[in-house]
């Protein structure tokens, strides 16, 4: 069997480019929440409330763009009130992050497993892909960069957006004021709670909508714990990228071209599910974990990141 | 008075907690009724089927066991201003490690056998932990990053074991599972008619021993430094790394043992079932109740593993998924927090 090498190429980057968005807007919502000193750690249990609200609400309606909006509701009112006892009740950020990852997981299946006690649900409608046929030019280049959905050209924008507002604005400033010295940043006048809030509350709503993209692009319906971690390792990318938005889109897309990668090796090798296959899907965690002495070394925090502020 | 004011602080946050937990219950009762069961069975259910000698009982002392070990470590780890986030990857490589033993050093006596196949797990456990330790001491790397990302590598490599190296032979289809440990692997019952290991008393000791050293000894004062300040520390000349590395390492080498004592004691047999049950999250909520103290983690442990079996089998009176035990745990956790944050305020300055 012999497998032309550019329809590898042309898998490993279209895939890459549609799996990176889930990855780019929850990692945008969290550089800036961090940013501004609080860490969502819940960031997964937010995101499966999201989804399946996503597929609720899109079975229910049939209208993907009413789900999108569900579901960054959702986010916002969970992530509202990890904000309020994060930042008014002053609670460890990382003991009510890991309350509000239990709460999500729980609460997501509950509820979807009342709505559908069978299992059997409507089909899901996903947004359409942004251009269908693609006639001019070459066709790898349709293949890769413009079958995705608008979410996916969304969240680069957001990338960009993100950087520009953390460095060009006077919100972003504060926002990494408050973070790096909450006190001056007080004494100069800034509301150093309000601004916090608002990060985190602007991140979870990146939650939601990284919940919603999932459902289209990762997995055909909701099941128990169906995001598997991934969540979790938007916190790590954000590490490795030392809380700088361009550099969590490098981390997103070479996480996600070394996926991409051994899954397409994978799935041509022939392993089958259950053998060496599995040892390849470590790939790209470990590839993560290897960057950490080259990265990690020179990452630096916030300086007041999980530290609560109490005025006066 | 000084005394008077600490006990009432005592009782005010104790009754926070209590009340924490009520509103948990509180919470998995409504999602029962509302799915159209019998408030009765799901209270019956909720407070005696754990103790029923037939079946929960057995269970809530395999979990007391898995939480206690595993709980102390999160617990030791954070008192230094650790957090373990990946006790159920260790956990899980501990399970894997007691078959890896028993199938690679099957030329050992009985007895040596059955000794490696336990501090087999407990080193799995512990290289699994060293990895976020080196990295944490040596590169200053975040540990709740690298134990998070460990925890994924764990189930694909636990998945990698059980589909090759430890895959029963009797597998030839469905989802890989190892081989059924024989009896004389088992660790066997106190009493024949009452379902109780000597994992159960073996634990309990292992929690005495490591009060008697952690609590009553400088560690703790050396070990809450470093939690508070690493500056403190350095000016009171505890090396921080020494501290550091000993309380991961425990922590790491305690979950490995959890999953010896889970598979030899109960399971028998590794399969995907094990994979992702979040008891290393419980475990945390266990550290964290039991105030990061070596006998205050096993009185929460205790109540843990009682909860989390009335409540698995009242979600399963009303056919409610046990997912609901998840979202009980989460509300549990936040008013305990909320809880401590009204203490703290009163009792402020």
């Not at chain 1, 990692?27 to 961090?34: K, Q, R, T, Y």
């Not at chain 2, 269970?59 to 780890?77: C, D, H, N, P």
Request: aromatic share 12%; proline share 4%.
């Amino acid at each position: 069997m012999t497998v032309a090498l550019s329809d590898v190429l042309i898998g490993v980057f279209s895939t890459t480019l549609q799996l990176s968005p889930f990855y780019l807007f929850a990692g945008m919502g969290e550089v800036v929440s961090e940013q501004s000193g609080v860490a969502n750690m819940g960031l997964e249990g937010i995101m499966l409330m999201s989804l399946m609200t996503t597929f609720v609400v899109d079975y229910m309606t049939g209208n993907p763009w009413v789900a999108l909006l569900a579901a960054i509701g959702v986010a916002g009112v969970i992530g509202a009130f990890f904000a309020f006892t994060a930042i008014r009740l002053r609670v460890d950020q990382i003991a009510s992050g890991l309350a509000v990852y239990l709460i999500g997981l729980g609460l997501s299946f509950v509820i979807f497993n009342t709505v559908y006690p069978s299992g059997l649900t409507p089909n899901y409608i996903p947004l359409p892909p942004l251009i269908t046929n693609w006639n001019t030019g070459p066709p790898a280049l349709g293949i890769i960069f413009l079958k995705q959905n608008v979410m996916a050209y969304v969240s680069l924008v957001l990338v960009v957006v993100t950087a520009f507002f953390l460095t060009r604005t006077s919100l972003g400033l504060r926002v990494r004021a408050v973070g790096e010295n909450p006190k001056a940043a007080d004494n100069m006048g800034v509301n150093v709670n309000k601004v916090r809030f608002l990060a985190t509350l602007f991140a979870a709503l990146t939650f939601g909508v990284a919940g919603f993209y999932f459902a289209g692009n990762f997995v055909p319906g909701f099941q128990t714990d169906v995001i598997a971690g991934r969540g979790f390792i938007v916190l790590a990318m954000i590490y490795f990228a030392n809380w700088k938005p361009y550099r969590v889109l490098f981390a997103a897309l070479s996480f996600n071209i070394v996926y991409a990668a051994q899954s397409e090796f994978v799935s041509l090798s022939g392993f089958g599910v259950a053998s060496i296959s599995t040892l390849f899907n470590m790939l790209p965690y470990v590839f993560l974990l290897a960057l950490i002495p080259i990265f990690g070394r020179k990452a630096r925090a916030p300086k007041f990141l999980l530290k609560p502020y109490k005025k006066g | 008075m000084r005394a008077n004011t600490q006990g009432l602080r005592w009782l005010r946050a104790t009754a926070y907690n209590v009340l924490a937990i009520g509103l948990g219950i509180l919470a998995g009762l409504l999602v029962v009724v509302y799915a159209g069961g019998n408030l009765g069975v799901a209270l019956s259910s909720l407070f005696l089927s754990p103790i029923e000698l037939a079946g929960g009982s057995q269970q809530i002392f395999v979990r007391f066991v898995l939480f206690y070990t595993m709980g102390m470590g999160v617990g030791l780890a954070l008192k230094a201003g650790l957090w373990n986030i990946g006790a159920q990857g260790q956990l899980l490589i501990g399970m894997v490690m007691v078959f890896v033993v028993y199938a690679f050093l099957a030329f050992l006596p009985w007895p040596v056998l059955y000794v490696a196949m336990i501090l087999g797990a407990a080193l799995g456990g512990l290289l699994w932990i060293a990895v976020p330790t080196i990295l944490r001491v040596k590169f200053g790397a975040n540990e709740i990053v690298v134990t998070i990302l460990l925890n994924v590598v764990a189930i694909n490599f636990a998945f990698f074991m059980l589909s090759g190296p430890i895959k029963s032979a009797g597998t030839a289809l469905g989802f890989p599972h190892s081989v059924e440990l024989p009896a004389k692997f088992q660790i066997p019952g106190i009493v024949s008619s009452v379902p109780i290991t000597y994992a159960v008393p073996a634990t309990i000791a292992m929690g005495i021993i490591l009060y008697l050293v952690v609590e009553r000894t400088p560690f703790r004062v050396k070990a809450n430094t470093v939690g508070e300040s690493h500056e403190t520390a350095k000016y009171a000349g505890i090396s921080i790394p020494r501290v550091m590395a000993v309380t991961m390492l425990t922590a790491g080498a305690l979950a490995g043992l959890a999953g010896a004592t889970y598979i030899m004691g109960y399971r028998y047999e590794l399969d995907i079932g094990s994979f992702s049950t979040n008891y290393g999250l419980v475990a945390i909520i266990c550290a964290l109740v039991g105030r990061k103290h070596m006998l205050g983690i096993g009185l929460a442990s205790f109540f843990f593993a009682y909860m989390t079996i009335g409540a698995e089998s009242m979600a399963l009176s009303a056919n409610v998924t046990t997912y609901v035990v998840f979202a009980m745990e989460g509300i549990m956790m936040f008013g305990i927090l909320l809880g401590n944050y009204l203490t703290e305020r009163r009792y402020a300055g």
